[in-house]
């Protein structure tokens, strides 16, 4: 244990980190999978199929969810992990090495700084933080430990690797617009009356740093994300994904002007975020200006893309260029196609899903920041895009964002929604 302390502070310093540094004496690396419903089955799956690799511990706030996770490892013949309620208490346990977190989006942040403080390295979920102060406190944290931070927009890990080398390459000429889309039919929510905990759910633990609200099943799992305590909208749940890409393939960072406007339409529910959603998006390249637009659609819907889709379900984004477009969809995560001059003659196309988590285990072993994907630090800005467009829909006018000063310009509403305020103790600090 002496020897992983020092090899762990040499990091903190700067120096290479070879694969002895881990707990394990074997060189395995021991992941503690954190949140457990929903993608945390994907989380547990994909560590699961890997080598050298074990799940050393569960975290969730539900009995019931951590029994049936349980049953599944034992189902799959694996070795029965450690199982904890509260992270805090996890993290005290120094044979684990990284933490893979697939809780709520209104605890991406905090859970994954106090994986980085503990010197753990992090898989965090998409998007990394609920509000524009937490993109860069996560940020800051994975630099000040040297951590490991891969953020969950699959898609870096996928074909689109290739699409985008394949605008990099001029295969489309100069690339001036992208189109993304999330089209993805969902029924409505209902109305949900306020009803006691449910046995076995740690309430005050899942709700963490969002204000206290009586528990209803509305706002509990997976709908959590239509409400803003907790959520970001489909913006933010699916439509990350694509924002990503799109902004990846147009090879900016972050824009000068975003207006969004729509609603929530068609349900009378408790839903908040809105379900249908158009954004614009204007980048400053060098001088040269780029458009990305955004479309958020709920229920049915016509099939716009070339490839993939199956009419109600249409997500990806679309790269137009001089000589071509080039589209990637993404519903599941790894096709691309290309058309190219004025006819619309097929280009190359490829098809691969790719695995962002095992590249973030290749990472955690080689210690080398520029082996990860999807870095923390990308996965930040594509989700700030996500943030400035719900806070242009929610004060209902275009935002001139300064990226130098990381404000909206002479609009002190707009700037108010960039924090929120913290249920103490689960505070995102100003210091990590």
Not at 156 to 172: D, K, N, P, V
């Amino acid at each position: 244990m002496n020897r992983r302390h020092f090899l762990m502070s040499t990091a903190a310093a700067g120096a290479v980190l070879r694969t002895s540094a881990l707990a394990s004496p074997n060189d395995t690396v021991r992941v503690a999978c954190v949140g457990l419903h929903g993608q945390g089955k994907t989380h547990m799956a994909k560590y699961n199929a890997m080598k050298n690799v074990e799940i050393a511990a569960f975290c969730d706030i539900d009995e019931s969810v951590l029994r049936d996770r349980l049953a599944d490892m034992d189902k799959a013949g694996k070795k029965k992990p450690a199982v904890y309620s509260d992270l805090r208490k996890l993290l005290e346990d120094k044979s684990i090495d990284a933490i893979s977190i697939a809780t709520p989006n209104h605890n991406h942040t905090l859970q994954a700084i106090w994986g980085c403080q503990a010197g753990k390295d992090v898989y965090v979920e998409k998007p990394c933080s609920h509000d524009m102060f937490e993109a860069r406190q996560i940020v800051a944290a994975a630099r000040k430990y040297n951590r490991m931070v891969q953020h969950g927009t699959n898609s870096r890990s996928s074909i689109a690797r290739q699409a985008i080398g394949q605008l990099r390459e001029g295969l489309i000429g100069d690339v001036y617009m992208a189109r993304g889309l999330c089209f993805k039919r969902r029924n409505t929510i209902g109305h949900a009356a306020p009803e006691p905990v449910p046995a076995g759910v740690d309430y005050n633990l899942w709700l963490g740093p969002a204000p206290q609200h009586e528990y209803t099943k509305n706002r509990f799992h997976y709908n959590w994300h239509w409400f803003w305590d907790y959520g970001n909208g489909d913006l933010g749940n699916q439509g990350i994904h694509q924002i990503d890409v799109a902004r990846w393939g147009l090879g900016v960072k972050y824009p000068t002007k975003v207006s969004a406007i729509g609603g929530h339409f068609m349900f009378d529910d408790d839903q908040e975020t809105p379900n249908t959603l158009s954004v614009q998006f204007e980048f400053d390249a060098a001088g040269k200006k780029k458009l990305m637009t955004f479309e958020v659609r709920h229920w049915y819907s016509n099939h716009e893309s070339e490839i993939g889709g199956d009419g109600n379900n249409t997500v990806g984004a679309t790269f137009y260029g001089s000589k071509g477009r080039l589209s990637v969809w993404d519903e599941d995560h790894g096709r691309y196609q290309t058309f190219l001059g004025p006819d619309g003659t097929p280009g190359p196309h490829g098809e691969d899903i790719g695995n962002n988590w095992a590249n973030f285990i290749e990472a955690v072993r080689s210690r080398k920041q520029s082996d990860l994907n999807a870095p923390i630090e990308e996965g930040a800005i594509s989700t700030t895009l996500v943030h400035l467009a719900n806070i242009s829909y929610r004060v209902g006018r275009t935002l001139n964002f300064d990226a130098e000063s990381y404000s909206v310009k002479g609009d002190a509403e707009a700037n108010r929604l960039f924090r929120r305020e913290y249920r103490k103790p689960f505070v995102v600090p100003e210091k990590v």
